[in-house]
């Protein structure tokens, strides 16, 4: 068995068995494939997919490439949740504490942003002294005690997806069902929880753009789960717009706390109540609707944010330290009407080029950066009307930039819905 038998029968459209994509795997971390070969096979794969065999046997082969997370010393039922990515999306930061409020508990590696969608991990290290790396014996304690904790992915989780993927970044593969997949996947399941939510982003500031391949995604997704024994949920979600008003690492956790005293935006609530409510009625005996209705409670008392400055505390951070810029300028409408269309993927890539996000994995956040919304779609606005704010260090934009991010029209526009399916 050689690498060039293996991309030769993947490019000639031909399934790979277990052996073959084991070899590949083991063969990439002893170093003994190069780089191009790794990227032809990728390539392939790209053009040809994988069928759900296939797709399996390169999950598990990636989590048996370096450690596993043995979470057994944790009492309860364990809960992780991921995001394809999204421009705004603060969800974790809300939902994380929300479901520790309900007793269940969230053990939970994220990552840091790359291009126009911003990273958990990010969010959470703008908030001054907040520690992402603990011990294991640390995040367990923790997670016993208080019921949550966020942290950045372990060096040696799934070691195999951090090569693949930062090839594939650059090779132009990075759009490919099983490879997506698999990646999720290899982690959540290295991860060691018991439930795993994924919220599966499509539209124009998501990976996915058409719902048909959300759809393929997400049921690749859960019957991965399925074979490891995990209880898997997807939501397909509506990313042509960003999600509550603020784009930017401190101003999303601004944005997240106002959510968890109840007060975020309606796009952000909404989503996070029934995902809580999915998740919580999947492994309790409250129902959908008596879930969501225990949200509001967390909330009107207090114990979700409660949960959620435990966290930051356990982990060494101050809110109270929490600053954004203030250079800050208004950006104003140009025409009066109703606003059709917001361009999430644009209004990412400013915000990542005022350096609320990275064009290279070693470039520096400017955590204190990015834009407020004033206006989502579907809203009426005038002539000279504040569009949004934008939060500047020491890089400028330019204003058309923005503005060629809003279509305004004169006729009322019907808004999409937030939540377009649910897949068990």
């Known amino acids: 068995m050689t690498i060039i038998e293996i991309i030769e029968k993947k490019k000639n459209n031909l399934i ?8 590949f795997i083991s063969g990439m971390l002893k170093g003994e494939i190069a780089d191009y070969q790794i990227s032809s096979l990728l390539m392939a794969i790209v053009l040809n997919g994988m069928n759900e065999e296939e797709t399996f046997y390169l999950t598990d082969a990636m989590i048996r490439s370096g450690e596993t997370i043995d979470l057994s010393s944790i009492e309860g039922i364990k809960v992780d ?47 001054p002294g907040y520690r992402l790396e603990l011990s294991q014996e640390e995040f367990i304690n923790q997670v016993n005690e208080i019921g949550v904790s966020v942290i950045s992915q372990s060096g040696n989780l799934v070691p195999a997806d951090k090569k693949l993927y930062a090839l594939r970044d650059v ?78 690492n401190a101003l999303e956790v601004q944005e997240s706390i106002s959510a968890l005293k109840g007060m975020g935006p309606e796009d952000v609530m909404e989503l996070i109540i029934k995902t809580t409510g999915l998740i919580v009625s999947s492994v309790s005996d409250l129902s959908l609707e008596e879930a969501e209705q225990q949200c509001f409670k967390k909330f009107n008392t207090g114990q979700a944010f409660e949960k959620f400055r435990q966290m930051v505390s356990f982990q060494g951070g101050d809110l109270e330290k929490l600053e954004i810029s203030n250079r800050i300028f208004s950006v104003r409408s140009a025409k009066s009407g ?40 579907g809203d009426f606005i005038e002539v000279n009307e504040e569009l949004l704010k934008i939060y500047l260090d020491d890089k400028d934009v330019k204003v058309n930039e923005i503005l060629e991010c809003f279509t305004i029209q004169e006729d009322e526009v019907e808004k999409q819905p937030l939540i377009y399916e649910i897949i068990k």
């Open 16 to 23: 790979l068995s277990k052996e073959e994509i084991d070899f």
């Open 81 to 127: 949740k991921h995001s394809t990515g999204g421009v705004g999306d603060k969800v974790t930061l809300i939902l994380a504490p929300l479901l520790a409020s309900f007793g269940l508990k969230v053990a939970k590696m994220s990552g840091r942003g790359l291009g126009h969608t911003g990273g958990t991990a990010d969010k959470l290290e703008s908030i």
């Open 171 to 248: 090779t132009g593969t990075v759009d490919s069902i099983p490879l997506i997949a698999s990646s999720i996947m290899s982690k959540k399941i290295a991860s060691g929880a018991d439930v795993i939510f994924i919220d599966v982003k499509v539209g124009n500031g998501a990976l996915m753009k058409k719902i048909e391949d959300a759809r393929k995604l997400a049921n690749t997704m859960i019957h991965i789960g399925n074979r490891y024994h995990k209880k898997t949920i997807c939501i397909l979600t509506n990313m042509e717009e960003p999600l509550g008003y603020a784009i930017g």
């Open 338 to 377: 109703y606003i059709s269309h917001i361009d999430a993927l644009g209004l990412g890539e400013i915000a990542r080029k005022i350096g609320a996000g990275r064009l290279k994995k070693e470039d520096q956040i400017h955590y204190q950066v990015g834009l407020v919304l004033t206006h989502k779609v």
